[in-house]
């Protein structure tokens, strides 16, 4: 029985790091699609956002009928409130980058940031993407010191954020408030992807040491 309970929780551990990787994938390519005006791309994304979700739905299929089956206790339950919790974020980051996706659409054939924006949201947009590829690599081998360091990453995507604002609300921003308003949701489905990257990576640190972050949800 515990052997087949612990197979059971690779697979779901499996299913996490493939959500991982596909919303690190989603991200990439909405920033393409954003950036160049790539209309595949950004259309890409949109398809494919229907996996992750399945991902999602997935984990909670199967963390349900474990804890249906095995009642787990003490770190076994741990880790199947982690896994929910995670995809919980993962998912979310999913349909962040489904947003970028879509608002560079809206605006095809035209760039939907125009150049001044550019360096910020290829600076966020690295950032969102580091962040992830972490998610990825503690989730697949859990370390509570990699996972930390995503605090650390929040905080200069939190900055870049508040540079974006800058810009965004100088007497000299010449695109009026369209590209104004496109702009600033951009910067918060940036921001929000991170700070569902740290949710994620506060998990992974409850399920290695047992201690509860006061800021994970």
């Known amino acids: 029985m515990r052997d087949e309970f612990r197979a059971d929780l690779q697979i779901v551990s499996q299913l996490l790091v493939d959500m991982a990787e596909g ?7 909405a920033t393409r699609g954003l950036l160049t005006a790539d209309r595949e791309a950004s259309e890409a ?62 605006r095809h054939p035209s760039p939907a940031v125009p150049a001044e924006l550019r360096p910020v949201f290829t600076d966020m947009a690295g950032i969102a993407d580091r962040m992830a590829e972490k998610i990825g690599s503690v989730l697949a081998k859990p370390d509570a010191d990699l996972a930390a360091e995503l605090d650390s990453d929040d905080d200069a995507m939190d900055d870049l954020h508040k540079s974006l604002f800058g810009v965004l609300l100088g007497d000299d921003w010449p695109y009026g408030v369209e590209t104004a308003i496109d ?35």
Do not use: W
């Open 23 to 29: 919303v690190r994938a989603a991200m990439r390519q």
């Open 45 to 106: 994304v949109i398809a494919r956002d229907a996996e992750i979700d399945e991902l999602y739905r997935h984990v909670e299929e199967r963390v349900c009928d474990l804890l249906a089956r095995q009642a787990p206790v003490a770190s076994d339950l741990r880790a199947m409130i982690t896994a929910l919790h995670v995809a919980a974020d993962l998912e979310r980051m999913g349909d962040l980058a489904d947003h970028v996706a879509k608002t560079a659409l809206r």
């Open 183 to 217: 702009a600033t949701l951009l910067g918060r489905f940036y921001e929000r992807f991170a700070d569902h990257a740290v949710n994620a990576g506060e998990h992974v640190v409850y399920l290695i040491t047992g201690v509860n972050s006061p800021t994970a949800s």
